[in-house]
């Protein structure tokens, strides 16, 4: 590998494994590039998000902040551009908002992400919140879970891995 290319690799966020094959790091910036491809895809095929008729028609999309189980984070950066259709806010936010409005409130959440090597897993949906003046429990909402490949300095699709609902 030229050092121009080992500068450029360096420059991506990518580390050497044996010879010329490159890993991307996991870091947050590698993360926001992976949820701008999932993003990306809510925002142009809506059939892609299950209960995505859940969420408002007009308006912006609510995206929660947090991940399941993960350290990182959906931020702003994470969000593909142009992006006039998603926000992102934290899930005390949320609640404050339902809480306010009295309403069930429904918007985007990210779980499961896993990290690999160059593959990377997660799982997306509709998550809720419910007014706590409404002392009841409710189950909803379907997911998906997919995979996608880090190819050419960029997250790619690789294949759907299973969907569900509770």
Known sequence: MTRAKLIAAAALGL???SGCAVEVEHTQENVDLLLQAVLGRVQTEPQYLPDRGLLPAD??????EEIYDSAFKVTSASLPQPSTQLVTRAW?????????SGQDLFFIEIGGLDLVGNEATLTIGVGFAIP????RAMLCCCSRTD???WQDGR?????AINGQCS
């Open 59 to 64: 308006g912006p999309l609510l995206v929660r």
């Open 15 to 17: 580390t050497l494994l």
């Open 132 to 135: 706590e003046s409404s002392q």
């Open 155 to 159: 997250w790619v699709f690789s294949k």
């Open 92 to 100: 005390v936010e949320l609640q404050q908002v339902a809480d306010a």
């Open 147 to 149: 995979s996608y490949t």
